[in-house]
């Protein structure tokens, strides 16, 4: 288009510049040297501006101001859509008969279009229109607008925008009633579609907009729900509510059966119907009041039964009423509804109330007081807000006779309970004037009696305490027990004795050190005592006194003087060796002694493994004591620990021992750790540092240890053995490290432990050291994840994260046969590995061929399975990212089973599969699921008989603008190469390598595949020229064209000019001679694509009708007119020749009649020349009558 506009500008510049010079001319004639007059300059003026407007014209025309031909959209002028139609299916893949829909039902649309008789659109005009976002589109569509003729045009959706667009082609201009169907599959979108169950989806039809209500089935369990409401704590009544019909399905002679249960009694007057909202998701909203006109009710016996009057019913109701309840010692009750219909069997559905109920009688402690063994006590009375008469309003409160009722404790107070169970205490009760208080006694108890003076109808709270009568020595536990009427309650108090009592600060052991606080506690409830001895014993010793550390404290926690009291202790101090306290006053008040041990736990005796110590205090008149136990760390029982640090880029594994954590003084120490396979210890890492021990019992490493040392390395039972010997003693502790190696070895543990135990003279000293190390993914080869993006799924495999060394390594992957491999898309990338084992993509891509092999086959049944194989161990991980063509049905499961194998010292095989349930949305034409096959027979031009090997071709699928490499194949001994399972749709069959001593033919073939199709596709090819053919073709061509056409094509293009047609009458577009080898003594086939045999019952449904080339036509000297009877266009259209317009042929694939090129954006060129001629004809005129006026001056 662009190329004929310029031609026809350099053509009109020409001219127009013809014109310029003659205007100009004669604007100036006669003017010679002569002294302008006033006229003159008035002419010159004149046509220098009209050469300026000529120029204006000229340019303006050739710049871009005339119209460009375009593809018109024909939405701008009208809208060819007459009418929408939807299918909506359900699970089961049946059409829906009904009006409400499931959503995310799949959904077929059918737009029907047409273009109206004489319409005036031309080949590439475009229609576009929105598809409603309430419908989910997966993917893109495209596809062609097929008839029977060949295709109309074709069409686009955008999964993103929503945008159909229909492209025609020249059918639609040599074809009257044009029209069809455009259909897509897709579903009801649950993103979009949402709140009310009825939608409105509005579809733009013949220029006006068509509602389309839809109603959806809401999200709901069941199509009834019950529901009970108790009216808050204490609940005298509860309130119902029966949710019927909420999937909104068209019910005959509905009806609602509610039994009511015991205990409760309906209260016919709260007894309502309401209409309900339903939305989408289920959430539901209480609407308007039913008129009671529109159903019955009827409560005999204890059943309430609700029936709707209209038929059938298809909305949402909700039945709501209120039950007294009647049985106040029930809490729980359970209601049963069912909703039924002439076609619809009973539904049930049940809820259980609890009612949240004080009891009428509660009793507890409140608080217990060691110091003065007191205990304060509480009861609940009435808390239901029962109706109690006076008579039986009588509370009797009994307790161990050991407790005497503390005096002027018993208080009574008025409460309220809010709805929420809460209790407010109010005013205080006067005995005497509300209340009366007596004693009461029972065999072993004692207590009293409280007896209201008037009738009791709401709560009421009593509070009171007891006191033990003597001094506790032993612990005990008091039981109270509260009666009235019927009603009983009992609450429990463990009191224990604080004569004496004995407590350890462990949490603040010194660990450096080895010391703990410890403190006994004595006469804490304050009893006189005299002569009072305490002595402290540690019966398992481990235990070492130290006395400068012993501290006395009276009660207000001053100081007691040491001339108070005597301190003995054997001196010098002995493990295991206690003291003595004795007091040389009487003591009336609490009294403290704190004090330091010594820990040591190689002293400790019995096999114990903590620290006891027990102190006895003797007094005139009594004895008790105390027991206290210190459990230390546990690296003190082990007397050391271990632990390890992994770093993933090294594949190496850092061990530390804290060894001799207790400072034991040790002659000949010994560590024997346990290096666990596949593990290696990596040479030279054995080191000894010093071991800083904080107070807490926290350790940190500091610098080399100054001790002699030696080590070694031995096998058994397939693990290393790593002894460590001091050569000198050591009282103190230290740290052993070193470094084990996982490079070169299958990890295929997600966790690595080691053992480490400290020996002295062949003695274990230690407990056994054991550390853990994770290894991020080890044990895992092989991790597949894929994500559907549009009608593709991208696949990414995770191989080898454990980074075992694998030779060998080799990855199989077998998917479903509905997804279709892209074989161009596959990547794998090497990654970096960071300490912590975190891995990411780096690096450049891997090359096929030279790191890895790919290969891919396709069984006859379509499913497809390709192998990586790597051609060098691998010991670090990679990533593979491919992706498949979706090929399944929307709702399918597209699944995949990868394989990673290889070897070690041991054979590798781990396998993991992945599935992806996919959606996809398609176009009008496919849908069925079937695959088709593709075989390719390569065959000798000369002698169809004989199959040709070795050619390889690969196989494109047009998708919209994609062009996707689905698989390549080469020919066997048979000749043939077949594409197994590929999907209907548009393809481009390329020959990437001849067969030897054959010419390669690159032409790119396209292909139509139906769905199911099985073709076979003859493809020939010549036979390679030898280097002296017998037949010369001439290298200059004739200088003067020949009358008659040469059969045998020369082998270079004729330099002559085509001919050209005869102007009488439009004349076929002359077909451009395909380019032939010359090949001796050969002979051209008539095939339309070289070296192409389609059979007929082989050719593809289509517009693809391509005439038989015929040789290339020499010009005569004078062109006869060549008759075309037989080039009638074909598709049902018959032309009457006098009714051909001439001179202005519109006919599409017929040029013009004349060798002028076309134009564009005009249909004729003749006002612009009669412009100008125009133009020029002023200018003469004017010049003659300027002349004329000259002569007469």
Known sequence: MRGETTSYIRHQSAFYKSMIKVLYLQMTMGEGNKRMTLRKTIRKRLALWLVILILVAEYSYGLGFATEAKAGAIESDRNIITSVSMAVYGPDGQTVTGDVYEQGSEVTLNYTWALQDGHGYHDGDTFSFQIPEQFKLYNDISGPLVSDEGDVGSFTVNKDTHLAVMTFNSFIENHDNVHGTLSLRTKFDKEVIKGSTVQEIPFPINGDTQIVVLRFKPDVASTIEKKGTPE?????????????????????????????????????????????????????????????????????????????????????????????????????????????????????ASATVEVKRAPSLQKYAIHYEPSIQTITWGINYNYNYGSIPQAEAVLKDLFNETQGLAAGSVKVYNVTVDGDGKATVGAQLAEGTDFTLTPASA??????????????????????????????????????????????????????????????????????????????????????????????????????????????????????????????????????????????????????????????????????????????????????????????????????????????????????????????????????????????????????????????????????????????????????????????????????????????????????????????????????????????????????????????????????RGQSYIRDAKITDVGSANQLLLTDSFHLYPTTVSPSGTITKAGAELIQGTDYILDVTTTNDGKQTFVLSFKNPIGSPYILEYQSLIAARSGETVTNAVTLSGNNVVEVTKVTSTEIIVGVSSGSGTGNGTRSVLAVKKLDDNDNLKLLAGATFDLYRLNGSERLLIGTQTTGADGIAVFNGILSGSYILVETKAPAGYVLDSAERPISVGAGANIILPITNHVLASATPSVTPSATPSASPTPTPSVTPSAAASASPAPTPSAGGPSETPTTPPVVVPVPSATPTGSSVPGVIIPDEQIPGGPANTSEPQPTPQPSVTPTEVPIDDEVPLGGVDIDEDDVPKGNPSDPGVSPASGQLPKTGEGSSLPIYMGGLGLILIGIVLNRWLTRNKKTD
């Open 232 to 348: 808050g704590y204490n609940a005298q009544s509860i309130h119902w509510t029966v949710d019927v019909n909420k999937t909104l399905e068209s019910v005959y002679g509905a009806t609602v059966t509610d039994p009511i249960p015991e205990g409760l009694t309906l209260d016919p007057v709260t007894v309502a119907v309401y209409q309900l909202d339903v939305q989408l998701d289920g959430t539901v909203s209480q609407g308007v009041l039913v008129d009671p006109s529109n159903y019955t009710l009827d409560s005999q016996d204890g059943v309430l039964k609700l029936k709707f009057a209209g038929s059938p019913v298809d909305g949402a109701y909700r039945l709501a009423f209120s039950t007294e309840i009647t049985n106040l010692t029930k809490t729980k009750f359970t209601n049963k509804a069912s909703f039924s219909g002439d076609n619809l069997t009973p539904v049930e």
């Open 443 to 800: 065999a072993g108890k004692t207590g009293f009696e409280i007896r209201f003076l008037q009738d009791v109808s709401t709560p009421y709270f009593i509070e009171y305490k007891t006191k033990s009568k003597d001094r506790l020595f032993s612990p005990k536990r008091i039981t109270n027990t509260v009666t009235s009427g019927t009603y009983k309650a009992e609450a429990n108090q463990d009191i224990y004795p604080v004569i004496i009592y004995k407590t350890v600060d462990a949490t603040g052991a010194n660990y450096r050190n080895k010391t703990a606080d410890w403190k006994i506690t004595i006469n804490d409830d304050g009893y006189p005592m005299s002569n009072v001895v305490v002595k402290d014993t540690f019966p398992y010793s481990g235990l070492t006194f130290i006395p400068e550390s012993l501290v006395v404290r009276s009660a207000s926690g001053a100081v007691v003087p040491a001339s108070e009291y005597t301190l003995e202790y054997d001196k010098p101090v002995v493990q295991g060796k206690g003291f003595t306290v004795t007091f040389l006053k009487p003591i009336t008040g609490k009294y403290t002694i704190s004090y330091k041990l010594h820990f040591d736990y190689y002293g400790l005796t019995d096999g114990k493994d903590k620290f006891y110590n027990t102190a006895f205090l003797t007094w005139d008149g009594g004895s008790a004591s105390a027991e206290g136990v210190f459990n230390p760390r546990i690296e003190v029982k082990n007397n050391g620990f271990k632990f390890g640090e992994y770093n993933a880029v090294s594949k190496s594994i850092s061990w530390y021992v804290a060894a001799n954590y207790n400072s034991k003084p040790l002659k000949n120490a010994e560590i024997v750790d346990v290096i666990q396979a596949p593990q290696t210890l990596i040479d030279g890492s054995v080191k000894l540092k010093e071991l800083y021990l904080y107070p807490s019992g926290l350790t940190s490493r500091n610098g080399d240890l100054n001790v002699k040392y030696t080590y070694t390395v031995t096998q058994e039972n397939g693990n290393s053995i790593l002894r460590i010997k001091l050569l000198e003693p050591v009282d103190y502790p230290f740290y052993i490290e070193f470094k084990t190696s996982l490079d070169g070895k299958l990890i295929n543990n997600a966790k690595i432990n080691n053992t480490a135990n400290i020996y002295d003279e062949n003695k274990p000293v230690s407990g056994n050291l054991t550390g853990s190390v994770a290894i991020p993914y080890g044990g895992e080869y092989v991790v597949k994840n894929g994500e559907q993006i549009g009608d593709k799924i991208n696949w990414s495999i995770h191989i080898n």
